[in-house]
């Protein structure tokens, strides 16, 4: 698996995870498609993989929300096209079902 540094020497994992950490604490806190979506597009360009696979955990063991197939295309396209982590990529697309069932 890839490292979770940054391509960006000014953005540091630290920084990328607090905004997302401080969100997810509050009380109002509904996620949506378009809220991992954009984590997960976020994380990808700063190559913060180890982020996508804890922002995917989260997901599954919250299944509060109904996530599309354009979703999951992103998150394959961030491990594979983005990170070169095709096994990854091939693990994700496997581990659709599982997550779609929760939801049901």
């Known amino acids: 698996m890839k ?3 940054s391509s960006h020497p ?3 994992p630290t920084l990328s ?3 997302w950490t401080t969100t997810t ?3 109002d806190y509904k996620p949506n498609e378009a809220l991992y979506t954009l984590v997960v597009n976020k994380l990808a360009q700063a190559r913060l993989f180890d982020a996508i696979d804890n ?3 989260r997901i599954k063991s919250e299944s509060k929300c ?3 197939d354009n979703f999951f295309r992103t998150v394959i396209k961030a491990y594979g096209n983005v ?3 095709i096994n990854k990529a091939i693990e994700t697309l496997y581990d659709m079902p599982n997550m779609v069932a929760g939801l049901l």
């Open 17 to 19: 995870a607090q905004p």
């Open 25 to 27: 604490k509050r009380k």
């Open 10 to 12: 000014s953005e540091t």
């Open 83 to 85: 990170g070169g982590l």
């Open 66 to 68: 109904r996530l599309s």
């Open 3 to 5: 490292s979770c540094k």
């Open 55 to 57: 922002v995917m955990a």
